[in-house]
């Protein structure tokens, strides 16, 4: 089983609400990542976390933060966000960082689409 | 700078049209090559990762393979729902995980 489960599936929020993405896994993995992605476009990296420790924050503003309970969960908390945020925000997980072949594969959720109005 | 570039950007095939994407890269030090498929509004479904040159898997009706440059993505007799976007991405060594994405494949595969 290699899934990663979102909530909500779509969101729709005005600019000066906070709202909260989550992200859960139970594959046991050590390592998990928030994305963006815009329409026709890749996914970009936002954060990563690994054994629970923010690892790499890709220049993200601050109304953006994430947080990792423990091994099995990844919020993502937003405030005072702007219509450009609007996008499909991307969860992944992967079992570790180091080593090669599958403990580098990322699984990803389906995504929540968020609307910011 | 570390750069994954896809072509074509978009293809459109009739059913049973064999085919083949490109995923060409430079990067400092590659750590691995993974094709991702994505469906519209969906997460991006793994499907290979390539790690050496001259390494080739297969899943069904598709087959990838890995040279030093670049990799292939080969599509044979294609279905209509094989139809996605195929992405591309590559690890680089950064002490940790990060992957760069190409721009994609836009694969239509008509009826």
């Known amino acids: 089983d290699t899934e990663v489960t979102q909530t909500p599936k779509h969101l729709v929020m005005g600019m000066t609400n906070k709202k909260s993405l989550k992200c859960e896994q139970h594959?046991?993995?050590?390592?998990m990542y928030w994305y963006k992605q815009k329409a026709k476009k890749p996914p970009e990296l936002m954060f990563v976390?690994?054994?629970?420790?923010?690892?790499i924050n890709e220049s993200v503003p601050s109304r953006f933060s994430p947080e990792c309970p423990n091994s099995s969960l990844l919020n993502l908390h937003l405030h005072a966000l702007q219509p450009e945020d609007s996008a499909l925000y991307l969860c992944?997980?992967?079992?570790?960082?180091?080593?090669?072949?599958?403990?580098?594969?990322?699984?990803f959720g389906a995504g929540t689409r968020l609307s910011v109005l | 700078e570390d750069q994954v570039t896809q072509s074509p950007e978009a293809l459109r095939l009739q059913e049973g049209e064999s085919s083949s994407l490109n995923c060409s890269y430079t990067?400092?030090?590659?750590?691995?090559l993974f094709w991702y498929r994505q469906d519209p509004g969906k997460g991006p479904e793994f499907l290979f990762t390539l790690y050496s040159a001259g390494e080739e898997k297969e899943k069904e009706r598709l087959k990838a393979t890995l040279t030093k440059k670049e990799s292939f993505l080969h599509i044979t007799a294609p279905k209509p729902e094989d139809s996605a976007t195929y992405l591309c991405?590559?690890?680089?060594?950064?002490?940790?995980?990060?992957?760069?994405f190409g721009q994609g494949t836009r694969l239509t595969i008509n009826p």
């Open positions: 991405a590559v690890r680089i060594f950064q002490g940790a995980q990060k992957l760069v």
């Open positions: 990067v400092s030090g590659l750590r691995g």
């Open positions: 992944a997980s992967s079992p570790g960082l180091a080593g090669g072949l599958a403990k580098n594969i990322q699984y």
């Open positions: 976390y690994s054994y629970e420790k923010l690892s």
């Open positions: 594959m046991g993995h050590r390592a």
